[in-house]
């Protein structure tokens, strides 16, 4: 049997603007439970959730202070498991945020001064934070600790094992529970060489990996792990899924490419080399809680349809991040108040941040908060927004929605591609499965092939139109 994460499509939940149960404006674990039906009717394989741990919401919620208990804003352990149980009767998979190379500066830990867990030193050296200032901050005593995000998310002492032990018990506790695996934060960041210039990828960070990789194991039911690995080449992020590691890394290079054929081409043909040479199946993305939505990305609904089932139609594994079948963009005119993504405010406003990409999704009716919850919603939606709804689309056979579920319905494994010849500016090929054509260019383009297509992701005439992808099934 092929293990299931091969070829699964993984949909990214953000707990805080997903769906609101209690009516505080902030999403929740039981919110979350009341809308798996959307998830099972999209036909996702599985979904990660992004963190739902205690946290001081410094960072929302990527600052945990306590990794075995769910933060009261989404609800209770009892509601974590109410989740997961609903889940698998829908045939969904779960997999949670592990977030290893800092804790929040409210851990016990940090509160109780245990610096051996933590980086001190008398002197800093010269790195920057990824959300601005420098990397470090001074304490009563004047020693200085390291934090490569916020000053409240101090960087953990990985060379220490207390700090693995604690880790591999963490990961049993939500195994334990039953989840499928782990979305890893910052899987190259956990190892520092403070000499170096990098920050990231050091090599000791692979044996973590490789003793996580036995925990996982050590389990029933194909549990599984998928890398945050940022800013690294195509062939480095392919150890950390190479035999004995993780399981998966995502593809950040895809997900920062432009709409242009070339680049996108370029850029499948490393990713898929990269991942045969190491045995792990490709995994592609196009939005997440940390970027600009694709639909603004690229300009255009359209785009973005074509670019979703250009993604789809790829071997191997496909994250979606919730919002983007019903075709949102990114909300760029937040008003300054509202907005607490610490990227913006340490930045001192020079950078909008990832507020836009994390307004509560609209789910019914004409006016916010669009059946989010009972209550507000902690960012305001925009009023046109109502034509997006879940309702609004579901219903509709040309909106965004059924166009993901149709994919999703006809979207069939796979594990090799074959380009084919084509005109300048169109994406042509075809897997074991399906056929797949994308045209980039500004001009309807005739492809030679059986006549009607599978699906497409616009209208279809003969000919397939500017910024269009369609499918055909492959005869074998
Ligand atoms: C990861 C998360 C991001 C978070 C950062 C620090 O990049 O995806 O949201 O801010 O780690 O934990």
């Known amino acids: 049997m092929v293990e299931w994460w091969r070829h699964a499509v993984i949909y990214q939940v953000?707990?805080?603007?997903?769906?609101?149960?209690?009516?505080?404006?902030?999403?929740?674990?039981?919110?979350?439970?009341?809308?798996?039906?959307?998830?099972?009717?999209?036909?996702?394989?599985?979904?990660?959730?992004?963190?739902?741990?205690?946290?001081?919401m410094v960072d929302g919620g990527y600052d945990v202070s306590d990794y075995r208990d769910v933060d009261p804003v989404f609800g209770t352990l009892a509601d974590f498991d109410a989740l997961l149980a609903e889940a698998h009767r829908l045939g969904l998979r779960v997999i949670v945020d592990i977030v290893p190379n800092h804790t929040s500066s409210l851990h016990p830990w940090f509160v109780q001064g245990r610096r051996d867990r933590y980086i001190f030193r008398d002197e800093p050296n010269g790195w920057r934070s990824l959300f601005g200032g420098p990397a470090w901050t001074q304490v009563a005593d004047g020693q200085w600790y390291l934090h490569l995000f916020a000053p409240e998310q101090p960087d953990l002492?990985?060379?220490?094992?207390?700090?693995?032990?604690?880790?591999?018990?963490?990961?049993?506790?939500w195994l334990d529970r039953g989840v499928d695996g782990f979305r890893v934060d910052v899987a190259h960041g956990m190892i520092k060489d403070l000499a170096g210039v990098t920050l990231f990828d050091h090599e000791d960070v692979h044996e973590i990996h490789r003793s996580w990789r036995k925990i996982l194991d050590s389990y029933p039911g194909d549990r599984m792990a998928v890398a945050e690995v940022f800013d690294t080449a195509p062939d480095r992020v392919a150890r950390y899924v190479s035999v004995g590691e993780l399981h998966q890394a995502f593809n950040f290079d895809f997900l920062e490419a432009p709409w242009d054929p070339a680049v996108l081409r370029r850029i499948i043909d490393a990713s898929l080399a990269a991942a045969v040479a190491v045995g792990a199946p490709p995994t592609w993305v196009l939005s997440n809680h940390d970027r600009r939505r694709h639909v603004t990305r690229f300009g255009s609904v359209r785009r973005a349809r074509a670019a979703v089932l250009l993604m789809l139609g790829l071997p191997g594994s496909a994250y979606l991040y919730q919002g983007e079948e019903l075709g949102l963009p990114e909300v760029l005119d937040l008003p300054d108040e509202v907005r607490v993504d610490p990227q913006w405010i340490r930045s001192g406003g020079t950078e909008l941040g990832r507020d836009g990409c994390r307004v509560p999704l609209p789910w019914s009716g004409g006016a916010p908060p669009f059946g989010f919850g009972p209550g507000g919603s902690w960012l305001p939606q925009p009023a046109d927004w109502a034509e997006l709804t879940v309702e609004a689309q579901r219903d509709d056979p040309h909106s965004t929605l059924r166009l993901y579920r149709e994919a999703l319905r006809l979207r069939?494994?796979?594990?090799?591609?074959?380009?084919?010849?084509?005109?300048?500016?169109?994406?042509?090929?075809?897997?074991?499965?399906?056929?797949?054509?994308?045209?980039?260019?500004?001009?309807?383009?005739r492809i030679e092939g059986p006549a009607s297509p599978l699906l497409s992701s616009s209208e279809m005439a003969g000919e397939l139109p500017p910024d269009t992808t369609a499918w055909w099934t492959v005869q074998d």
């Open 157 to 173: 002492n990985w060379h220490n094992p207390e700090v693995r032990a604690e880790f591999d018990d963490i990961l049993r506790f």
């Open 412 to 445: 069939r494994p796979a594990s090799t591609l074959r380009w084919l010849d084509a005109p300048d500016g169109v994406l042509l090929f075809e897997t074991e499965t399906t056929r797949v054509a994308a045209n980039l260019t500004a001009a309807p383009v």
């Open 14 to 56: 953000y707990p805080r603007s997903f769906a609101d149960a209690d009516g505080d404006g902030v999403g929740d674990l039981p919110g979350i439970t009341a809308r798996l039906g959307h998830l099972a009717d999209l036909g996702v394989d599985a979904l990660w959730l992004s963190p739902f741990y205690r946290s001081p």
